[in-house]
């Protein structure tokens, strides 16, 4: 099932697996967080006493004896459905490599926050058996794309889930970051970079840089500051259909770089144009618990239930 930006974001989807023909399911697993794939057994069993096959990496597979070995590429390309075992930074690199087949990724989360990744350890079983019976909404999420221009030329693209972050490099000076927005300049931002987030990164960088709370079902797209320079530091926010322009504009702070979701990087020159729009392609994340957007901010975020 494929998502595109012209489908509306406030209708988060309930489907049955059963109508999805739902069969393989992709086990991706953080191997430094699973001390002896404890929990990826668990789940192996789990999806296989449902009647699933649980497809995972050759050597992860090796390893616990069970389970169907397939390549890195065919895990995402030809399973139905993923699940993801590690932290958030474990979701966005499994839901990363979901762009081109736009499956549905589930996190069961073996960090810290587990913000994207909702499913805890003690609730894998039960978790597997909400996929199996069908309880579980897709929700298409918004994506970045970023493309970097140079000397009129496009050298590289880099999509983000999250965020796509425009950054001094270590121990450099600020960046003077020159912004417009559908080609009428907003303002210079002297600073330590700056950040274009996504609704669902809303919760991410940009939260700690002083941003606002967004909705993930809203499209827009919040652009926030680091550390700048100047007399306001206020986040602003556009609509998820423009097009953003940042330029490095200061030969002694051409020393920058973007990154994407904090999973790679790509070193700016001077004039070089970052170019930010809404991706035509969306993610889907898959959901079995039963609470909502606010219930996670106050459980996760805040720290209270």
Known sequence: MYFHASERYNEPM????????????????????????????????????????????????DALGRGTAVGESELYADSDFLICLGGDGTFLKTARHTLACCKPVLGINLGSVGFLAEVEVAGIESAIDRLAAGEVRLQPRMVLRADVIRNGTCVYTDYAINDAVVTRMALSRIVDLHVSVDDQYVDAFPSDGLIVSTPTGSTAYTLSAGGPIVQPEIPLMVITPICPHILYSRSFIVS??????????????????????????????????????????????????????????????????
């Open 240 to 305: 998820s259909d423009s097009r953003l322009a940042i330029r490095i504009g200061d030969r002694r702070s051409a020393d920058a770089m973007l990154t994407a979701d904090g999973q790679a990087g790509f070193a700016l020159e001077l004039n070089d144009v970052v170019e930010i729009s809404r991706a035509p392609q969306q993610i889907v994340f898959a959901s079995v618990e039963r609470v909502n957007f606010y219930e996670v901010l106050r459980a996760k975020i805040h720290g209270r239930q």
């Open 14 to 61: 309930m489907q049955t697996m059963e109508n999805r023909n739902l069969k393989r399911i992709g086990v991706v697993v953080n191997r430094p967080k699973d001390e002896g794939y404890t929990c990826t057994a668990r789940v192996v069993d789990r999806l296989v006493a449902c009647g699933f096959e649980a497809c995972l990496e050759v050597d992860i597979r």
